[in-house]
């Protein structure tokens, strides 16, 4: 389903670009984002479920399988990582991030420390991103208008003086 049209909207955000700024407003050195969320997983540079039931019904212990998937899930990640060349400073973003396993096991096999915006921030880093990104446009849009309500007033009042 496309997303409605605004009227009033005049630029549009990828969630790319608002994870970039989310990130690096959080940690101003990243260099690398993996944003690991419940459906998709991102990498930037500025039958699953039967097989957890029949390990369940195996008497595997669930955190046992939980660790598995997380030992997937990392591997994967640093694959798609290395596909897109990455660069020290890492932030790691996503729901994901929220479990702190999820992060220890992601800086283990990087081999090297990684930004993880604190408790529930990294499902929010993205949303922080747009915000910031409004923020900057909104400026930029009023300081337009300031510079052209001051062009205005300035013709004003050349045209009143030749008048006089």
């Given amino acids: 389903m496309l997303a409605p049209r605004i009227s009033f909207r005049d630029f549009q955000v990828t969630d790319l670009t608002a994870i970039a700024r989310g990130a690096s407003f959080l940690f101003p050195g990243t260099r690398t984002v993996l944003d690991i969320g419940g459906q998709t997983m991102k990498a930037s540079r500025i039958d699953g479920r039967a097989k957890v039931i029949s390990h369940l019904s195996e008497g595997v212990p669930p955190e046992d399988i939980m660790f598995g ?96």
């Fill in 69 to 164: 998937a997380i030992l997937s899930l990392t591997d994967r990640s640093l694959q798609l990582m290395k596909r897109n060349k990455l660069e020290p400073e890492y932030t790691l973003i996503g729901g994901i991030l929220r479990w702190e396993v999820m992060a220890k096991v992601l800086r283990e096999r990087l081999g090297q420390q990684a930004n993880v915006p604190e408790g529930d921030m990294p499902q929010f880093t993205a949303a922080l991103g747009c915000a910031i990104l409004s923020h900057l446009r909104l400026r930029k849009l009023f300081a337009q208008r300031a510079e052209n309500e001051e062009r205005t007033a300035q013709g004003n009042g050349r045209r009143a003086k030749s008048a006089c």
